[in-house]
């Protein structure tokens, strides 16, 4: 039987040190290639195991966790016991996840592949089939790469949706619930009053406003004409100053609501002491979110436990 041991361990070695880099960027630890290749080597020498006088006890469930240990450790270093720990259940769970994909790739396709055909895999049994190993070589980027980009989706929504609430907006007497999303880049602050200002769209909002506010929020410029606005709303409005990348200081109106009211889950929070800034556009592609909340709302709001 002739086996080709050098490809078989190169392999090995390329896809030990592929598993562990995309363990490395799914937990954002520093990578560093030549530790990530070093930790591969270390995994790829397990391929010589059936060659050795000792292979029953290289090839033991427990001496291939000592092995993966050693990988991660040597990959990403040692900084406490946890850290070891989630390095090696989420390296776990790559390779499952990707040797899993690869399984079921291949038989999705049907995949055929004679191995004994081969110039350079003649009759490698036990390595390569029933998938051969030149379908692994060729199915593996391509499965490496779409997972990446599905746990890097899936990390964006979670921490997306974990911090979309619902919000009760209360304006001239008349209240509408909102989706927002609470983003700890909103820093803008109203520079007189140093309230926190909420930026909302009116899409959903505009049916709660007059024609002549509804055009202010178009153009800020149109509160300066004298007696634009009716006389109930003079006293609501605000002109708060903000920054955009690349143009000079703009100018946006907001409102004082008359109570905005918080929903993170359980939990209420009630306030007044802040600012609503409408905008004539989509805050979110995919309507996920009609206003973007400022962080420190929640911090000096009056909350209280909901039944």
Same mark, same amino acid.
């Given at each position: 039987m002739t086996v080709y041991l050098d490809i078989i361990w190169l392999l090995n070695f390329l896809f030990d040190s592929l598993l562990l880099y995309l363990t490395g960027l799914i937990l954002k630890r520093k990578i560093t290639k030549l530790r990530i290749f070093i930790g591969g080597f270390i995994g790829s020498l397990i391929v010589f195991a059936p060659f050795t006088a000792i292979a029953t006890l290289l090839s033991s469930p427990f001496i291939k966790v000592c092995i993966?240990?050693?990988?991660?450790?040597?990959?990403? $270093?040692?900084?406490?016991?946890?850290?070891?720990?989630?390095?090696?259940?989420?390296f776990y769970l790559v390779t499952f996840t990707t040797g899993g994909a690869l399984i079921g790739l291949h038989y999705l396709l049907s995949f055929r592949f004679d191995v004994s055909n081969t110039f350079m895999l003649a009759q490698v049994r036990g390595f390569g089939d029933p998938i051969s190993w030149l379908f692994v070589a060729l199915a593996f980027p391509l499965v490496l790469y779409f997972s990446r980009r599905t746990i890097d989706s899936w990390e964006t929504r979670k921490i997306q949706y974990d911090q979309l609430i619902d919000v009760d907006i209360t304006i001239n007497n008349q209240t509408i619930r &909102?989706?927002?999303?609470?983003?700890?880049?909103?820093? &803008?602050?109203d520079p007189l009053t140093k309230k926190p200002v909420v930026i909302v769209s009116l899409e959903?909002?505009?049916?709660?406003?007059?024609?002549?506010?509804?055009?202010?929020?178009?153009?800020?410029?149109?509160?300066?004409?004298?007696?634009?606005? #009716?006389?109930?709303?003079v006293h609501k409005i605000s002109i708060i100053p903000y920054r955009v990348v $690349?143009?000079?200081?703009? &100018?946006?109106?907001?409102?004082?609501?008359?109570?905005?009211?918080?929903?993170? $889950?359980?939990?209420?929070?009630?306030?007044?002491?802040?600012?609503?800034?409408?905008?004539?556009?989509?805050?979110?592609?995919?309507?996920?979110?009609?206003?973007?909340?400022? #962080?420190?709302? &929640?911090?000096q709001s009056d909350h209280e436990q909901v039944s």
């Amino acid at each position: 039987m002739t086996v080709y041991l050098d490809i078989i361990w190169l392999l090995n070695f390329l896809f030990d040190s592929l598993l562990l880099y995309l363990t490395g960027l799914i937990l954002k630890r520093k990578i560093t290639k030549l530790r990530i290749f070093i930790g591969g080597f270390i995994g790829s020498l397990i391929v010589f195991a059936p060659f050795t006088a000792i292979a029953t006890l290289l090839s033991s469930p427990f001496i291939k966790v000592c092995i993966s240990i050693l990988m991660v450790w040597v990959a990403f $270093g040692f900084k406490r016991l946890r850290f070891i720990i989630t390095n090696l259940l989420s390296f776990y769970l790559v390779t499952f996840t990707t040797g899993g994909a690869l399984i079921g790739l291949h038989y999705l396709l049907s995949f055929r592949f004679d191995v004994s055909n081969t110039f350079m895999l003649a009759q490698v049994r036990g390595f390569g089939d029933p998938i051969s190993w030149l379908f692994v070589a060729l199915a593996f980027p391509l499965v490496l790469y779409f997972s990446r980009r599905t746990i890097d989706s899936w990390e964006t929504r979670k921490i997306q949706y974990d911090q979309l609430i619902d919000v009760d907006i209360t304006i001239n007497n008349q209240t509408i619930r &909102l989706k927002g999303l609470i983003d700890s880049g909103n820093q &803008l602050y109203d520079p007189l009053t140093k309230k926190p200002v909420v930026i909302v769209s009116l899409e959903k909002t505009a049916n709660i406003f007059p024609e002549e506010v509804l055009a202010v929020f178009q153009d800020v410029n149109k509160i300066w004409k004298e007696d634009y606005l #009716p006389m109930e709303w003079v006293h609501k409005i605000s002109i708060i100053p903000y920054r955009v990348v $690349g143009k000079e200081n703009q &100018l946006m109106a907001a409102v004082k609501p008359e109570e905005v009211v918080i929903h993170d $889950g359980d939990e209420a929070y009630h306030t007044n002491r802040l600012l609503l800034a409408f905008v004539n556009q989509k805050l979110s592609s995919e309507d996920s979110f009609d206003c973007i909340i400022h #962080p420190k709302i &929640l911090q000096q709001s009056d909350h209280e436990q909901v039944s």
